[in-house]
C-alpha cells in the first residue's frame, strides 16, 4: 500500500483529480499528517467520511517502532527504529545551543564500502523512502518530546545514492503546511557521488552540502574509501567547484581523523593545498574507533597540530563537538550490533 506521508500537496491534488473530488482537501490532507501528524485517516474529522473510506483503502500512514533508545550523559540520544518490513534504522537527536538537530539515515545498510564505517558492514539493504525520512523526524521529536531545528542527511546510507527520494524528502520537510523547515537548517552529505553533486547545484537549493573527505590525495583516499577507485580527488574537487560557482555557497568538507592513516602535519599541509582556493569550511572529526574496522582514533596533540596546520594557512576549520561518546555514536554501529 502506498505511503500516505509520501505524497506533496501538488500529489494530493493529482490523487483527488483523479478521483473526481475537491482538490481544496489536498492541502488539509498535507496539514493532517504532516502538521497534526495524524496516525489515521479517522482522525480527519473535516474531510467527509466518504472520502477518508476511500483514501484508507488507498494509503497507509508509516509508523516506526522504536527498538532501542540509548542515552548519553551530554543529552545526545541514538534511536534504533523499526520499519514496516522489519528492517532497523538508526538516527542520532544531538542538543546544540541553537535548538535540537537530527542526523537521519538515507538507506538501510549502505554499498558504498567507506573503511571506517559500521554501516557498510553488511551492504546496502534497500533505499528508504521519503517517508521513511520523514517518520524518523516524527518519532524522534514524539518520543523526546523536542521540536527538531536542524537535519543532517548524514546517518547510514550514501544520500546520493538514493537521490530522488532524498530530494523529496528535502521538499516535504520544509513545506510550510507540515514541518516548515528552512532549506538553510537541512545538511546533505556525499561521500562524492560528482554527477550528484553537479544535479545537486543546478537545484539552487540553499541546502548545506557536506563531502566526506577525510583524505588529503588518492593514495590516502584509496585506502579508506571505496569511491575513491571510481572518482579520483580531482574530479569530486571539480565537481565541488562547479557547485560553489553554480550556488555561491560554501561546501564543508567532513574530514575524519585516524591515527597514522591521515592525520601527520603533512598530510595537513597538502589538504590545505587542495582547499586554498574554494569557498568551503573543514570540520575535523577524531575517528570514533570502530573496533570491526580496526582504525583508532589519533593522540591530542596530533589533532591539535593538524588543526593548527589548517589555520595557519587560513582555511576555516573547526573540530566537530564530540556527542554521545559512551554509546555507539558512530555510524551504522547500533544497528550493525542489533542485527
Ligand atoms: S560513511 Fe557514509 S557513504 Fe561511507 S559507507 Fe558509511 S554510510 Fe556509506
Known sequence: MESALSLSVSDWKKVLEGWDERTFYAQVLFSWLHGKRAVSFDEMTNVPKKL???LALAYGIDQAAILTVQKSADGTQKYLLGLSDGKAIECVLMKY????????????????????CASTLKG??????????????????????????????MGCGEPFDNYEEVM????????????????????????GLIDKIRD?????????????????????????MRIARAVSMDELLEA????????NRRITFEYLLIDHVNDSPQQAAELTDRLKDLLCHV?????NAVPEC??????????????????????????????????????GQLRFRKS
Open 294 to 331: 580496526g582504525f583508532l582514533r589519533p593522540s591530542e596533540e596530533r589533532i591539535r597540530q593538524f588543526m593548527k596546520v589548517l589555520e595557519d594557512n587560513h582555511i576555516p576549520v573547526s573540530r566537530r563537538r564530540e556527542m554521545g561518546r559512551e554509546i555507539d555514536a558512530a555510524c
Open 124 to 153: 546496502l539493504d534497500r533505499n528508504l523512502t521519503r517517508a521513511e525520512m520523514l517518520l524518523q523526524v516524527y518519532t524522534v521529536e514524539q518520543e523526546a518530546k523536542v521540536k527538531v531545528s536542524h537535519i543532517v542527511v
Open 283 to 287: 570540520n575535523l572529526i577524531p575517528v
Open 52 to 54: 477518508r473510506e476511500k
Open 240 to 247: 565541488c567547484r562547479y557547485y560553489i560557482e553554480k550556488t
Open 200 to 224: 545537486f547545484a543546478d537545484q539552487d537549493l540553499p541546502v548545506t552540502l557536506a563531502i566526506s573527505l577525510h583524505a588529503p590525495n588518492d593514495e590516502v583516499r584509496l585506502k579508506i
Open 97 to 116: 545551543r541553537f535548538g535540537y538537530s537530527l542526523c537521519i539515515s538515507s538507506q538501510a545498510g549502505c554499498r558504498m564500502g567507506c573503511r571506517f
Open 168 to 191: 523529496g524528502f528535502l521538499r516535504l520537510v520544509h513545506d510550510e503546511k507540515g514541518k516548515g523547515l528552512s532549506y538553510r537548517n537541512l545538511t546533505v552529505s556525499t561521500c
